[in-house]
């Protein structure tokens, strides 16, 4: 049996470490040739340990000149170069991209151009290029598998059912930490309670994206250009128990959903192991009887506005979606921060949003410079705001 040869992208992160288990869980499907992480070092040690690697890409120069003395036959590259080098290399077949943010586009554009398969669980990579990475996948046979299990629960069940007897896909959204807060009283909320969630273990990035209700936009954009489905047929409904992953409505009126556990190995596994379901080893237990029963809400797009902005952008295309997703990045990092409120992570994006100026016809260059301009201006607005604080506070004081 001939393994499939894996490159994995962040592999220190949430996503990373449990395709991590799935490739140590069946060693005769799946190896590890290379990965890159962030500034876990630590980590990174025990996977080149673990997995012996034949090229690993750090973030930062000080990790590989660490590792480079620990492991002198592992080829070891550094930051955005690396990562555009470790998706050059030969003898690999799948791509997994669990990079957070639009760090992670650039080695994914390079691996399509090769016709690599690639397994995304990087959303800003088809937010911000969406129409280009689908026609260079299209023009090169490049498969792109996705990992988000809302993305991936659509993915399978579409499996053998025609695209033209698709009338409307169903996104789930657990509503995230805030869910039952009203937007008042969300002005003095913290980060703790930001990353509180109620169903999903994440990263911080993504777990305030699901507070702010920017992941799902995000999910719906990426929806979008991943099954050719127009904004207006893409639905997202507020499901608690995190159990319907998404659905697929045809025209027949049939509805057809995936279900299952909150266990993101299972989608990981199956992008990695497409087409076949392989056994998940440690399956993590799902009984609906004990589940009992499954509750439904429409989304309240003024409670979530920046929910309702991500359709504007969609619909807008060109450098929008970019630009909305820079100035999330943005924002979210400095609420992590502490450098601004929870609301002002959504005013910041609207503010980016509406002062961006568009023109017909962009390139995906065009739009990469849309999206560097709109992180040095959110930066700006962000220090400007924190300068205004702290004025106020000696004000204050005095």
Do not use: C
């Not at 920046?306 to 997703?325: E, F, H, S, T």
């Amino acid at each position: 049996m001939t393994k499939k040869k894996i490159i994995l992208l962040g592999a220190t992160g949430s996503v990373g470490v449990q395709a991590l288990d799935v490739i140590a869980a069946h060693p005769e499907q799946f190896e590890l040739v290379g990965f890159a992480f962030g500034k876990n070092i630590e980590k990174a040690r025990e996977i080149i340990q673990a997995f012996s690697p034949k090229i690993v890409v750090a973030a930062q120069e000080s990790s590989q000149v660490t590792l480079a003395k620990a492991f002198p036959d592992v080829e070891l590259h550094v930051g955005n170069e690396g990562l555009i080098t470790l998706a050059r290399t030969e003898g690999y077949d799948i791509l997994l991209n669990a990079i957070v943010g639009s760090v992670g586009l650039p080695p994914t554009i390079e691996a399509v151009q090769l016709g690599r398969d690639i397994a995304l669980a990087n959303k800003e990579t088809l937010v911000v290029a969406g129409y280009t990475i689908m026609a260079e996948a299209a023009r090169t046979g490049s498969k792109i598998l996705p990992v988000d299990s809302e993305h991936a629960a659509i993915f399978q069940v579409l499996q053998g059912v025609a695209k033209s007897d698709v009338r409307s896909l169903t996104i789930t959204a657990s509503g995230g930490s805030f869910r039952d807060k009203t937007h008042e009283e969300l002005v003095d909320v913290t980060l703790e309670d930001a990353l509180a969630h109620p169903n999903w273990t994440m990263g911080a990035k993504i777990t305030l994206d699901s507070a702010t209700m920017v992941n799902k936009g995000l999910e719906v954009i990426e929806a979008h250009h991943l099954f050719g489905i127009p904004y207006d047929d893409i639905h997202v409904v507020l499901h608690r128990e995190s159990v319907v992953h998404s659905m697929v409505t045809l025209k027949d009126g049939a509805v057809l959903a995936q279900l299952g556990a909150t266990d993101m190995r299972e989608p990981i596994q199956y992008a990695l192991s497409y087409p076949r379901h392989l056994t998940m080893h440690h399956e993590t237990p799902f009984d609906l009887t004990e589940i009992g029963a499954l509750h439904f809400e429409k989304m309240d797009l003024v409670r979530f506005p920046m929910l309702d902005l991500a359709y504007r952008v969609g619909k807008l295309g060109g450098g929008y979606p970019a630009v909305y997703n820079a100035a999330n990045e943005i924002a979210n990092q400095a609420f992590q921060d502490g450098k601004i409120t929870f609301l002002e992570i959504e005013q910041l994006i609207t503010r980016a949003v509406f002062e961006h100026m568009e023109f017909d016809g962009q390139t995906l260059h065009q739009i990469l410079a849309s999206d560097e301009r709109t992180r040095q201006k959110v930066s700006q607005w962000v220090e400007d705001l924190t300068q205004e604080k702290k004025i106020a506070l000696t004000e204050v004081r005095k």
